[in-house]
């Protein structure tokens, strides 16, 4: 119809797309009728973009310049190119991935015009975006965000898949339902839509393969593979019907394998389909699609729609998983499932490597084999998987020649050797069978057999027979279609057509071969007639007919198509017509003919066309050569070997085509070993072109070739593991992942070599990176527990709970708790649900049971248990610790009773004090002192300090020491005869000490004097033996470091009123002024000072022999000084009334005299004194009437420091080392020397140990057991002698005994042992050695060593045994070699390092036994930076990408940093064990820096300071510590601040007139450097001073008004303006002048010009046309109009004029009762068949109208779906037991005698039997 319309209208072209005809005006021509104004308008949008070829559409779509027809003459192609300049450079690519378009340019060289485009387009980037780039679409909507549309921001979001114009940038605001279109094109590369791969190109849609080229039209096939032939998936298709029952309430539908694609069913019926999925990995899954949707199923889509009465479920593919579709019951009628899927073959063959070679020199053959692989999984299979696949073809085996060099010693033959299945011989090879030389009844055939090899290139050539004679030949000639040739086979006639007169009857004649099917093939010439005359005997009251009336259609179709060859049955099948004529005369030509689909609809007797997949069995040919006897008069040459002429054709035919290898595919791999397939292509022989591979013999086809290639090692390249799980679900946490540098060999032996990092080129990948990095929702986070309010018996602890968010910078936000929404934790809890143990609980003291003299005082005592309930409750006194019997019973003391008959007066306790000062000038080992004074003493002297009291018992005497109650210590021993003893002196000792006696109270102040003759301040705390030694050794000097006592509050300043009396605030320190001068020798004489420096220098050099003057000096010097307190009391008093200004020089000249007349007074008394070994004095001083105090130096000391001959000289302790007589076992006391070994026996009653020492002073003798000191005990006792007496010795009196012998100059120290029986018996240390610094450790086995590397240990085991002990070393229980031992069985290890790490072990043994101690030797590294930064730096980059960083370092590292900024900070280390990291900013802790937000991490490795400003800035460090030592690291952050700066002033505003100013301009600076002024906003802005400049008259010069408005707006108008001629002055006034003085200078402006000269446009349109357009929905139709540009005078424009208006729409819906239609379905036909695959029922569907019920045309009815009109039924198996019909033909079929036909026999089988 087009057509004919186009050749009735000239101009316009009609042309046929893809069904649908276009109707075109050719250009340079007049279209259409004119003067009916019809408009021919070029809407692309008109034509289907699918339909239109790349070449038509260039020439529809470019634009170029038109020519006059007449001009279009035959220019040659070559004349036509040669006009257009060469193409262009292609343009950079619209996108960077996802697919994006390029473009070429070209220039038309000629003048006149160019015929053909000057643009072309190719697709580019056609690599998949990451997830993240989101869609392209949505980036150019995005990118409007910022921009205000109509006054208001949106956010846009794409509108895809727009129909009418898919190209155009079409958006909607978020949350609204507007929708705009905000740019007529988008940009090149985008989808036109979403399921496409056509992309939009300068606004229009192009088309896309799926090779990515424009104007393909390749497409995936249904197996996924890009122009693939769908030979490696197959259709599944089938049918399902719910069979369940109450107690079988689920079943399964179908398993969809792994990659299965273009998946879809359909469930009709009550029931509901679920899911369940399993991965290759053996993950399970389950969804139930309660929903219609589209859903993520294990990374797969599914699209399901849920319907009232059904269910259809689709997925796209390829599955990521197993899909097993189930079924659940949920109702009572049954449900159908139909599916359809395509499932991957994933069992193909692959051909193997060569087997080795038959021979191993001389020439000899390998071959190859096949074995089925799994695609899936990877590995190989049983054969019998691939045989499953008929698409499957076996490869064959190849042969080569191999080990082609000559054997030694060879004939020149080669040795047949017996070969087996997998090395065959040279081979008989034969061609293809002949073809038959008859069709049928018997005929031969024929074939050529020859003996063939095979090269090592895989040519086969023809050898000597005699090397295939191993094997019989094969036969040459066989017989070949031995059976009958088909016959006609006529049916019985059907009935007349008529019922009167004379009519037609039709019978059907079948072509039956040798099985009874019907077939082809029977000869033309002998078939039956179909058609015959028949009169029936009623006669006709009628006009009779010319022409007997033909059968109906059902009869004359039937015969005739089973005239036809192939019967079309009720089941579907392919039913081929008749060939066609052969393409050529004469020679080879090709016959072709239409293969369909078909099935006989029984109802209707009519024939229906199906989709090809409905046909079961193969489809037969629709092509085949034929041969039209020779060309041009030639006469075949006949063979006799070949047959006759017809034979001999035939094989012709077959050659002329045949396989044949055409090189090899790329190789697969680029290293490592890949594989190229050689290609096999049917060719023509002749002409050598590709042909049609159906013109080549399918047997024929050469086996699959493959050959190796590149197999030269991969380069080391890094390969990355999988990603850990994050470590945290949100906030910010890490992942970290393997990073290894491979080198892959082989890909075939998969062999991969591991290689050093350094040997990858490319940069490693990261190993840690940053994950889940966005804010957690708010959560509890409870604090930790604080400790429990109680230790046992049920107590309570507490801890915060906060409501807190982790933010994504790691950092965590406090909020109030109603942001936290889950169940608060509890802060608090029951704790230590424990009972408490048993203990004694006390009541208060009783009165004292007297009313005078000594009482007692009790008190009661009961054992409680606190239970865990927290209830208190009395138990057995047994359950309790024994009580001291003191605890419960104390002795009292009142007033002294009343003799008998005497009156009653009462004295009070009364003590004896002495008001006395002591100063202690020489060492001496004891003194005794009374209460009442001020002692100044040396350290380590033994103290004993008497309380001697009356009327007062001595055992109730308590002490007191700085108002602390004291008892008895190893150190201070509390006597209960009334003295307190204080053991060798140390500073803690200094203190008041107050002894009580009843209400009686007297003190005793103890004060030290150091080594430089100065006084020690009260010590803070403990003094270790070190600091105690070098009080008493330290060379004076004033440069000590040791505190002094300070002159604060002394008699020689300015105090109170208190002081000035001679009173100091502390009683304590009164004296202490006075005593200082004396021991700053201002007052000794000199003969004294001499005396104290030999003390000093004998101190110092004790071990040497003094001079004999040293010796006298020494005489003279009294041990202690004594002083009344009486005569310093007048001292003090005496300087106090002095005025101050001659104060000091009284002080000298009074503290001179004091120490005058202690000196001579202590000559004076010195003949009064014994010695001190005839009698023991008290220290107190004997008084005297003098004013000087007298002396006394005869003191209580056991080591007679002061004999009558001469002094012994000064030396250190000295153990005496005796040898002992053997001890013998039996003996019952056993007395040893040091140095020796005791074995105790049974009989072993006592044990003394001697210990005897020399030295000056006499030494002090201690004893220590296991390096503890001895506990004495009534069993253990030391006697007078020192000696060490263990009585009844026991087990646990066994251990190492050793005697210490210590004096000021020293100490010696020997062990004895004492073992029991002789068992070995090892010394042991307990303690933990750490050294970090010493180069030698040395310690006794049994404690543990820490310590740093490159030092000397030494671990000591001394033992001891009878007989003696053999002593074996093990580290880590493996025995060590002797050469680490040392003598005495120490153990030596020399420079350790970590590799000496472990556990030491010392084992004794002999006869008695064996006993093994163990010591632990721990390396510590000292903090230290790693050599390697990667991981650090790694770390930092993962915890903020983007943020500067800086690694710290010892000497310091700088980063400068604009203010506002957020930095990491590094703190790289290493050590062991690992340090402990501290921060510090400019030296103080960086938690008390004030204003900084830090946060750290990575361990304390990392630290993120934020928002720095110009305050926290400056020195950071890190302090890595650990117990090896210490490290600290420096980084200094330099904050860089912008300000403002004053430049030079501008030019001035103005040239003339008042207003000219010059404005000073303001830069913006960064280091000096000019930046953004943004950067400066919020600075405080320098204070500018504008500056006047031209203030002078102005010349003369023409003033303008503004224009006023337009006189027309559009067809041209007039706008004017005033025009004067001023002066302004400096004043600023302008004046009028006249004109001449303006025109002189400048040429006067117009006062008139034209405006809107443009035309006057309007869209003019036509009244709208009939509703007589398409039915787009039940009464609707379309109407258009006309709408077009025009001036307002009538004259039309192009519509590009109106642009700027708002354009009328052009069609619209209108009501149409022509469209007042819908689909009209009649009940479905009875199934044709009661079960078996081919039952089917049919049913009417019309398109009629709604009023009057009539059919109308189906297109009118296409604006909704067309209801199916037939579908399957009864699809169950049928049951073989009975045989029955399972069609309601079967009649039909035994009329017609196609009971012999198996097809018609096996569906009407009770009918066929009867027959």
């Not at 791969?197 to 996924?224: A, F, R």
């Not at 590995?379 to 698409?391: G, L, S, T």
């Not at 007297?1002 to 010590?1019: D, H, S, W, Y």
């Not at 310690?1339 to 060593?1345: A, C, H, K, P, R």
């Amino acid at each position: 119809m087009a057509w004919l319309v186009a050749r009735n209208r000239p101009g316009f072209l009609a042309r046929l797309i893809g069904g649908t005809w276009f109707l075109l005006c050719v250009a340079g021509q007049v279209c259409g009728d004119q003067s009916q104004g019809a408009v021919f308008l070029r809407e692309f949008t008109l034509i289907r973009r699918e339909s239109l070829h790349e070449d038509f559409l260039s020439d529809f779509l470019n634009s170029h310049k038109t020519e006059d027809p007449s001009s279009r003459t035959a220019r040659s192609e070559e004349d036509r190119e040669g006009l257009w300049d060469a193409w262009g450079p292609w343009s950079e690519c619209s996108r960077t991935c996802g697919g994006g378009a390029s473009y070429s340019l070209r220039r038309c060289l000629s003048s006149k015009s160019c015929e053909g485009r000057n643009i072309r387009y190719r697709t580019c980037s056609n690599v998949d975006c990451p997830p993240e780039a989101g869609d392209f679409r949505a980036q150019q909507c995005s990118a409007h965000n910022d921009v205000k549309y109509h006054g208001q921001f949106y956010e846009w979001l794409p509108v895809s898949n727009d129909p009418d114009n898919p190209c155009s940038l079409k958006c909607q605001a978020k949350g609204t339902s507007l929708v705009v279109e905000l740019a007529p094109k988008v940009l090149d590369g985008t989808r036109c839509y979403t399921e496409s791969l056509d992309m939009c190109i300068s606004g229009l849609c192009q088309i896309v393969g799926c090779d990515h080229q424009l104007g393909s039209t390749v497409k995936e096939d249904n197996c996924g593979v890009c122009n693939g032939d769908g030979s490696t998936c197959r259709l599944v298709r089938g049918q399902y019907k719910s069979q369940l029952s109450a107690t079988k309430l689920d079943d399964t539908v179908v398993a969809i394998p792994y990659g299965s694609r273009h998946i879809r069913l359909v469930l009709k019926g009550p029931d509901h389909l679920y899911l369940e999925t399993k991965t290759l990995q053996g993950t399970k899954g389950e969804n139930s699609l309660s929903s219609t949707g589209t859903f993520l199923v294990d990374n797969s889509t599914v699209d399901f729609q849920k319907l009232p009465d059904k269910e259809i479920l689709r997925m796209a593919g390829p599955l990521t998983a197993d899909f097993i579709i189930k079924i659940h019951d949920s109702g009572p009628a049954d449900s159908t499932v139909q599916f359809i899927f395509y499932q991957p073959i994933i069992h193909r063959w692959r051909e193997t490597d060569f087997f080795p070679c038959s021979a191993t020199c001389g020439g000899g053959y390998q071959l190859t084999s096949a074995e089925c692989y799994d695609l899936r999984s990877s590995r190989v299979v049983a054969d019998q998987y691939c045989h499953y696949y008929p698409e499957n073809v076996k490869p064959k085996p190849k042969l080569q020649e191999c080990n082609l060099d000559p054997c030694p010693a060879s004939d020149g033959y080669k040795q047949i050797m017996p070969y087996d299945l997998y090395h065959p011989l040279p081979r008989w090879e034969a061609t293809p069978w002949t073809a038959c030389s008859s069709s049928c009844g018997g005929g031969i055939q024929s074939r050529a057999v020859s003996c063939v090899e095979e090269d090592i290139q895989g040519h086969v050539t023809s050898v000597e027979e005699w090397k295939c004679m191993y094997t019989p030949k094969m036969p040459i000639v066989q017989p070949c279609n031995i059976f009958d040739c088909p016959k006609w086979l006529a049916q019985e006639w059907s009935p007349c057509t008529v019922t009167c007169g004379q009519g037609l009857r039709y019978r059907v004649v079948l072509c039956i071969d040798h099985r009874g099917m019907h077939t082809g093939g029977c000869s033309t010439k002998t078939k039956p007639h179909i058609k015959e005359e028949c009169i029936m005997p009623t006669p006709c009251y009628k006009p009779r007919e010319k022409l007997p009336v033909e059968a109906k259609l059902p009869w004359f179709k039937q015969a005739q198509e089973l005239e036809e060859g192939a019967a079309v049955s009720e089941e579907p099948s392919f039913i081929p017509e008749a060939w066609s004529a052969c393409t050529v005369t004469c020679g080879v030509g090709t016959q072709v003919r239409t293969v369909r689909c078909q099935v006989l609809l029984s109802f209707s007797q009519s024939v229906a066309d199906l989709p090809v997949d409905e046909c079961e069995g193969p489809k037969p040919a629709s092509q085949r050569a034929c041969y039209a006897g020779p060309c041009n008069g030639e006469i075949p040459e006949l063979n006799p070997d070949n047959g006759d002429g017809l034979l001999g054709g035939l094989q012709d035919l077959d050659e002329l085509s045949d396989w044949e290898y055409e090189g090899f595919t790329k190789c697969s791999e680029s290293c490592g070993g890949g594989v190229q397939e050689a290609v096999v292509s049917c060719l023509n022989k002749q002409t050598r072109e590709l042909a049609d591979e159906s013109l080549c013999v399918t047997s024929r086809r050469p086996p699959q070739l493959l050959k190796a290639c590149n197999l030269d090692p991969c380069p080391a390249r890094w390969e990355v593991g999988k990603w850990s799980p994050c470590s945290l679900t949100c906030g910010v946490g890490l992942q970290t992942r393997d990073v290894v540098c491979s080198h892959l060999l082989s890909r075939e032996m998969n062999e991969v070599v591991i290689l050093a990092d350094e040997l990858c080129h490319h940069p490693k990948p990261s190993t840690v990176q940053a994950c889940n990095r966005f804010n957690c929702p708010p959560a509890w986070y409870p604090a930790q527990w604080q400790q429990c309010s109680r230790t046992c018996g049920g107590g309570v602890q507490k801890r915060d709970v906060l409501c807190k968010q982790r933010m994504a910078d790691g950092s965590f936000l406090e909020l109030p708790e109603t942001f936290c929404s889950a169940s608060k934790p509890t802060s608090q809890q029951v704790c230590k649900k424990d009972d408490c143990p048993s203990e004694w609980h006390l009541s208060g003291w009783s009165e004292c049971s007297v009313s005078c003299g000594e009482g007692t005082q009790t008190r009661s005592a009961t054992c409680q248990r606190v239970l865990k309930t927290g209830v208190s409750t009395v138990v057995n006194s047994t359950l309790c610790p024994p009580l001291p019997f003191s605890s419960s019973i104390r002795a009292c003391m009142l007033a002294t009773c009343a003799r008998p008959g005497r009156p009653s007066t009462k004295h009070s306790p009364h003590i004896a004090a002495a008001r006395n000062i002591y100063i202690q000038t020489r060492r001496q080992r004891k003194l005794h002192f009374v209460v009442g004074g001020f002692a100044y003493l040396l350290p380590k002297t033994t103290v004993v300090l008497r309380c001697p009291t009356r009327r007062f018992r001595k055992p109730l005497i308590t002490w007191e020491k700085d108002g602390q109650h004291s008892i008895s210590s190893a150190h201070v021993t509390v006597a209960p005869f009334g003295y307190l003893k204080i053991h060798r002196l140390k500073p803690s000792d200094a203190g008041i000490y107050t002894c009580s006696a009843g209400p009686a109270r007297e003190q005793f102040v103890i004060k030290l004097i150091g080594g430089n003759r100065k006084l020690v301040a009260r010590p803070l705390g403990l003094w270790s033996e070190e600091e105690e030694e070098s009080l008493q050794v330290r060379k004076a000097n004033p440069k000590e470091t040791l505190q002094t006592h300070k002159h604060q509050n002394g008699i020689f300043s300015n105090g109170s009123k208190a002081e000035k009396r001679g009173l100091t605030a502390d009683p304590g320190n009164r004296y202490d002024d006075i005593v200082s001068r004396l021991l700053e020798q201002g007052g000794w004489p000199g003969e004294l000072l001499a005396s104290w420096e030999v003390q000093d220098s004998t101190e110092r050099n004790a071990s040497s022999e003094e001079d004999p003057s040293a010796e006298q000096a020494l005489q003279h010097l009294p041990f202690t000084m004594v002083a009344e307190q009486k005569r310093l009391d007048d001292i003090l008093s005496n300087l106090s009334q002095q005025p101050e200004e001659l104060r000091d020089l009284y002080s000298k000249h009074l503290v001179a005299q004091l120490a005058q007349d202690i000196f001579r007074s202590h000559l004076e008394n010195q003949g009064m004194l014994h010695k001190p070994s005839e009698q023991r004095f008290s220290p107190v001083a004997i008084p005297s009437h003098k004013h000087v105090s007298s002396f006394s130096s005869s003191l209580r000391s056991s080591s007679g420091e002061a004999g009558a001959g001469p002094r012994r000289p000064h030396r250190k302790p000295t153990i005496l080392r005796k040898i002992s007589a053997a001890q013998q076992l039996s003996a019952s006391e056993v007395v040893t020397h040091l140095g020796q070994t005791v074995a105790l026996a049974s009989g072993t009653l006592s044990v003394l140990l001697h210990c005897e020492a020399a030295g000056n002073p006499r030494p002090t003798i201690h004893w220590t057991r296991n390096g503890e000191a001895v506990q004495l005990s009534d069993r253990i006792l030391l006697q007078p002698d020192d000696s060490l007496q263990i009585l009844a010795p026991v087990e646990a009196d066994v251990g190492f005994y050793a005697c210490n012998a210590t004096n000021a100059l020293g100490y010696d120290s020997v062990s004895i042992a004492v073992t029991l029986a002789g068992k070995p018996l090892v010394k042991t240390s307990r303690v933990t050695v750490l050294n970090t610094e010493k180069p030698t450790v040395t310690m006794d086995i049994g404690g543990t060593i820490r310590t740093i590397q490159g030092v000397n240990v030494t671990i000591n085991c001394q033992v001891a045994g009878v007989p003696e002990a053999e002593v074996t070393w093990f580290r880590n229980k493996s025995k060590l070699s002797s050469s680490h031992h040392l003598h005495e069985g120490s153990l030596l290890l020399t420079n350790v390092s970590f590799s000496d790490q472990g556990l030491y072990s010392c084992r004794a043994a002999n006869l008695h036994g064996e006993q093994t101690e163990s010591t632990q030797l721990l390396i510590l590294d000292p903090p230290q930076v790693p050599t390697q930064l990667e991981d650090i730096r790694a770390l930092l980059l993962a915890t903020g990408p983007n943020l500067p960083s800086v690694l710290m370092s010892p000497l310091g590292t700088q980063l400068v940093l604009d203010p506002g900024n957020s930095v990491l900070l590094g703190c790289p280390i290493k050590g062991h064990p690992t340090p402990n990291i501290t921060w510090f900013q400019n030296g103080q802790p960086i938690a008390t820096a004030p204003g900084l937000t830090y946060h750290i991490w990575g361990a304390g490795q990392i630290l993120r300071v934020a928002n720095l400003s110009g305050g926290p800035q400056g020195e950071f460090s890190c302090l890595a510590q650990n117990e090896a030592g210490t490290l600290m690291q420096k980084a200094y952050l330099v904050i860089q601040d912008y300000w403002w700066s004053v430049d030079r002033l501008s030019t001035c505003s103005a040239s003339c007139g008042n207003r000219g100013v010059h404005q000073p301009r303001l830069r913006c600076l960064l280091n000096n450097t000019e930046v953004d002024p943004e950067h400066c906003a919020g600075k405080p802005r320098p204070a500018v001073q504008l500056v006047a400049c031209n203030r002078r008259d102005c010349p003369s010069r023409w003033m303008v008004t503004s224009w006023s408005p337009c006189t027309r707006s559009c067809g041209g108008g007039v706008q004017t303006r005033r025009v004067t001629c001023q002066k302004l002055k400096a004043s600023g006034i302008s004046t009028p002048v006249p004109n001449d003085m303006c025109t002189q200078l400048a040429k006067r402006p117009v006062d008139t010009q034209a405006c809107n000269q443009q035309l006057c446009v309007e869209w003019a349109f036509s009244s709208w046309g009939q509703c007589n357009g398409p039915c787009i929905g039940p009464r609707l139709a379309v109407q258009h109009r006309q709408v077009f540009c025009q001036t307002r005078d009538g004259i039309t424009l192009p519509s590009e004029q109106c642009s700027a208006l708002p354009r009328p729409v052009s069609t619209q819906n209108c009501w149409s009762e022509v469209c007042s239609v819908h689909w009209r379905v009649s009940l479905w036909t009875l199934c044709t068949a009661t079960c078996g695959n081919y039952g089917f029922q049919s049913r009417r569907v019309e398109c009629v109208h709604a009023r009057t019920n009539k059919a109308v045309p189906e297109h009118l009815c296409s604006w909704g779906p067309r209801p199916a009109n037939w579908q399957r039924c009864n699809i169950t198996p049928c049951e073989n037991t009975e045989c029955r019909d399972t069609t309601r033909y079967c009649e039909k079929v035994r009329q017609l005698k196609l009971c012999q036909l198996g097809q018609f026999r096996s569906r009407c089988c009770g009918t066929c039997g009867q027959a």
